[in-house]
């Protein structure tokens, strides 16, 4: 067996992997061990056969982090630890409620005791699969009482040449997580602990195509060409099902669902339709079942079978054993690495099979993400897999799949929610089933919206159930639907410079979308927006998550605004923060605010190719504030080889870096030279640079030259161009730009499309447009006999800022 494991490529140590802590961290009693990992983390372990763990668990590989400071108190057959944020009380014996407590210390109160819930905010769960809204989730390391608990007693665990193991029965092993309300420092240390994500290849975050369809080569092709020629960008091309053998699987072999072999009816030449993709920029992924093994009618069974010392005329099934070394080096050898030779690029395992192997504790779904992941990293590649979540740690495995989700209202307005809090067990790139993927009925607007969030979700993956009627392309929706649709494809191509950026930091410990409390804890309104998440550094983002007013024609949401100035990108208005406000969007966008001196760059290029750099960018600048953003790029692909496997946070960097940066109080934009590789970047560049502001009242220069300014009230911009290692200076002069923008016109707009009377309209549109004070139009406004949605509407445009008033 040992002689199997050692030329098995896939298995080797954990990149990251140091699970040994060092022994001044380390605090021992008769049966117990607690590690110190640091002034929050307490791992304590309990075994009654003396014995304790030191091999890496799927949940914690790096244990020998830099020692913290703290006190040691022996009490009796026990002990208290006090570090800078918490005190540990354990008396020694068997886990109990009165026998081990942690409580937090500082500004934060707390307290928690074994077997007790601890109240956290939630984390994850395994799969959306059937849930037509909420969904129960697994616990997190993020809780207003300030403790989180992992419990690690049942993982598995990696012996040191990088096999897995099974644990000793009947060993406890906890997790504790003592952070009070600093919940980005908790899920830092998470990170410190349990490994690092993996920085994704740049094509992941543009759009992907799946949907459950028997295609052929020649109408997928067709379809891949009839979204270019609509301008609609893909970076990820699906394959689901239907690409391997299904109703061509002869009988006496049982299931069609797993299968490794092309159907020759519907890809007669699986190499040139691969090839055919990539042409067209796209990277391609296959569905994959592997629960049924590999059976005599495979392309690859004679290989497999004398692989694995079976003579293949016997024609004897190869069950599926993850755990069987010589099975899993023939898996990726002979079934994997030959249609990756033709042009696969990643992996969609679709593991539903439960969490039980051939090795006790071990779980299939752990084994496929992990072994899969080292794999694909093979050779220097990004090690890019496309998965379900096994439990904590699975952050370290790329992109995550939640199931097969129900089409309904309810499902759409529980996955902001989901995706956000995953964020407190740092599982950050979640692929929903964008649209939905099973039952419900048609309804234009619920799959509008679902597009919408799809564009600010982390992964955005279109698909859809084997039905014919249950469809995602544009096309086959009402015009309305069809351009909001194409519009938020677009935009998050166009989103992927941004998306980028922050992909590099989410490697580096910061998840791209996260929960409002996250950015203010001790807030009690960031923890009563479940929907409403931060998206990056720059943004704010709250999806419409149910239907729009009748009345109105407009859907709406509560948005809280941390303090300072918030812009919508899409509308231009701007909102005074520290407050809650009701807003309302036509169809055509969905509230995403940019805040005071954030900088959200863009591909301004015509093609909207996510697999490379633009030549083209624009920036958006909301200029109520200084503010600074580096733009982070690489060659295609990175180059991240098995980093996500636990590597260091992304410890390369971006291979280029391009800092953005605006000085309010100068009234000047500069686009510094490109830093790191240089080639990595066009040459030459083309810059938009676009603020969302008032037009300015003096000249603007571009380093030192007068240009034009194209634009209106609210939004305008100005054009540079020069080598990418040359800085631009954008001066504007006249003082201070005026933020916000005049609403009155969206006020109008709101009145014309509302389904109410028209003498009732004329009469509100008299106040809107008067130039009274803003507090008395609202009070005239409560008289007018319109419809409640329509004035909340006209409430929302009249409560933004106006430059005017400032």
């Not at 699987?249 to 072999?261: D, I, K, L, N, Q």
């Not at 309804?443 to 992964?459: C, H, K, M, N, Y």
């Not at 636990?646 to 971006?654: L, R, V």
């Not at 504007?732 to 014309?752: M, N």
Request: hydrophobic share 40%; no cysteine.
């Amino acid at each position: 067996m040992s002689e199997i494991v050692d030329s098995l490529s896939v298995v080797r140590p954990l990149p990251e992997a140091a699970p040994r802590a060092l022994p001044e961290q380390q605090v021992l009693g008769a049966g117990w061990r607690i590690t110190v990992l640091s002034d929050g983390v307490f791992r304590i372990e309990r075994s009654a056969d003396g014995g304790f763990e030191d091999r890496a668990s799927t949940f914690a590989i790096r244990r020998d982090l830099p020692p913290a400071e703290f006190a040691v108190e022996r009490v009796g057959d026990g002990v208290v630890l006090t570090t800078a944020r918490a005190r540990l009380r354990y008396d020694g014996g068997e886990f109990t409620a009165s026998g081990l407590v942690v409580e937090i210390l500082g500004r934060d109160s707390g307290r928690w005791r074994y077997g007790e819930p601890t109240r956290d905010l939630g984390g994850t769960a395994r799969t959306l699969d059937d849930v037509d809204g909420r969904a129960e989730l697994e616990p997190g390391v993020v809780a207003p009482d300030g403790i989180g608990v992992v419990d690690d007693s049942t993982s598995f665990l990696f012996e040191d040449d990088g096999w897995v193991g099974s644990r000793v029965p009947g060993r406890q092993d906890l997790y504790v997580f003592a952070f009070g309300r600093d919940y980005a420092e908790a899920v830092g240390d998470l990170y410190r602990v349990s490994g690092h994500p993996m920085r994704l290849p740049r094509w992941a975050l543009g759009n992907w195509w799946s949907r459950y369809h028997p295609y052929s080569d020649e109408s997928y092709l067709a379809l891949m060409d009839r979204f270019s020629g609509e301008g609609i960008p893909f970076s990820v091309a699906v394959i689901d099902m239907d690409w391997h053998r299904v109703d061509s699987v002869p009988e006496r072999f049982g299931s069609s669902w797993t299968g490794y072999s092309w159907e020759p009816t519907l890809f007669p030449d699986p190499d040139a339709f691969l090839g055919a993709l990539h042409e067209r920029g796209l990277r391609t992924t296959l569905n994959l079942h592997p629960a049924d093994g590999v059976r005599a009618f495979e392309d690859a069974y004679p290989a497999m079978a004398r692989a694995l010392g079976v003579d293949p005329d016997t024609e004897q099934p190869l069950p599926f054993d993850p755990t069987d070394p010589a099975f899993l080096r023939a898996y990726f050898e002979h079934l994997h690495h030959p249609l990756e030779q033709q042009g696969v690029d990643f992996w969609w395992i679709d593991w539903q099979q439960g969490r039980t192997s051939g090795m006790t504790g071990v779980d299939p779904l752990w084994v496929l993400n992990h072994f899969h992941h080292l794999d694909a990293a093979r050779d220097g590649k990004p090690g890019m897999t496309f998965s379900r979540y096994a439990g904590p740690g699975s952050h370290r495995y790329a992109v995550g799949f939640s199931g097969d989700a129900v089409v309904s209202w309810e499902s759409l307005a529980f996955q902001p929610e989901f995706t956000a809090t995953a964020a407190n067990i740092g599982y950050g790139w979640w692929s929903h089933d964008i649209g939905g993927h099973t039952r419900g009925v048609r309804d234009d607007e619920l799959a509008t919206r679902w597009v919408q969030f799809g564009v600010f979700s982390p992964i955005m993956r279109l698909h859809s159930a084997n039905n014919p009627f249950i469809r995602k392309e544009p096309w086959v929706f009402p015009p309305e639907h069809r351009a909001a649709m194409d519009d938020a494809l677009r935009f998050r191509h166009r989103m992927v410079p941004y998306l980028h950026t922050m992909n590099h930091r989410a490697a580096a410990g910061v998840p791209l979308v996260r929960p409002m409390y996250h950015l203010e804890p001790r807030r009690g309104e960031a923890y009563r927006v479940p929907n409403q998440y931060a998206f990056g550094s720059e943004l704010v983002v709250a999806p419409i998550t149910a239907p729009r007013d009748a009345e109105s024609l407009r859907g709406s949401t509560r948005v809280w605004l941390p303090e300072g100035l918030w812009t919508d990108i899409f509308t231009d208005a701007v909102y005074q923060g520290g407050r809650t406000v009701e807003m309302h969007r036509t169809l055509g966008s969905v509230p995403a605010l940019l805040r005071a001196g954030g900088i959200l760059p863009l591909d301004a290029g015509t093609d909207l190719d996510a697999t490379r750099n633009p030549e083209a960018l624009e920036v958006l600048v909301a200029p109520g504030a200084s503010g600074e953003l580096v733009l982070g790029e690489d060659v295609e692909d990175g180059g991240v080889g098995a980093a996500g496997a636990g590597a260091s946070a992304d410890s390369a960097g971006p291979a280029a870096t391009t800092a953005l940066r605006w000085d309010r109080d100068r009234g000047e934009f500069r686009i510094e030279p490109v830093r790191g590789d240089a080639s990595a970047v066009p040459a030459q560049r083309d810059w938009t640079v676009t603020f969302l502001a008032g037009i300015p009242a003096g000249p603007v220069t571009v380093n030192g030259v007068a240009v034009p300014v194209d634009g209106v009230d609210g939004r305008w911009s100005v054009r540079a161009s020069g080598p990418a290692a040359d800085e631009i200076v954008v001066r504007i002069e006249g003082g201070p730009l005026r933020v916000g923008s005049d609403r009155t016109e969206a006020a109008r707009v709101v009145l014309e499309s509302a389904q109410s009377g028209n003498p009732e309209k004329l009469e509100a549109w008299d106040i809107v447009s008067s130039t009274r004070p803003v507090a008395q139009k609202l009070a005239e406004l409560a008289a007018v006999d319109l419809p409640e949605s329509v004035r909340a509407a006209l409430v929302e445009q009249l409560a933004a800022v106006d430059p005017s008033a400032r």
